[in-house]
């Protein structure tokens, strides 16, 4: 790569081998290789691989709740919002799945204030967003009166509860273990949207 090599795209480098080889299996050297530039030279930027892989992480959620930010403004009904978040999901997974796999058990990650924080964020912009937007559906007559952050969060965990059921069956899914996985998702929230329209 000729001239100065530019953060962003060391992150984008980094991002391509992480996502198909994973954490363990990179090295900086590797990465810098993709660039064509030298160790030392991506050392610039960052020291050492931990430092890296959070940065990616940051990336990757910040990338997170633009696309999210980008359903939301479709102005779908509720059940294709609530559906489309969990493509987006799968499709984000898909793109990063032997990245987040390792993330589950990596031991630098977990105690990582940074990931930390980056994670709660993104969460938090997350649930303000479909928050928002069930508000709006109760001033609309569309649902009855609830509790919009509570059931959010129920949606939330929800979905999440049974990625975690199938981390522990099958650490490394099969695309059809996956798809059961989204299909068993969407039919989890269509359920509870349908409990709380209006009849």
Sequence with gaps: MKGAVKQEQILEAAIRRLSHFGVHKTTLTEIADDLSISKQA?????HDKASLVTSVLEKIAGDYIVEVKKLMAKNLSLN???TGLVDMRHSFFGRYHMLFIQMKTD??????SEIEATRKQAEQAERIALAERLKSEITQGTIREIDTDTTV???LDTMAAFAYSMQF????????????LFDR????VLLMINGITTK
């Design 42 to 46: 991506l050392m610039y930027y960052y």
């Design 107 to 112: 031991g630098f990650t977990r105690s990582s």
């Design 185 to 188: 998702q969407k039919n989890a």
């Design 80 to 82: 294709h919002l609530f």
């Design 153 to 155: 969060q129920l949606m």
């Design 169 to 180: 069956t099958c650490p490394i899914p099969t695309e059809d273990q996956l798809q059961q």
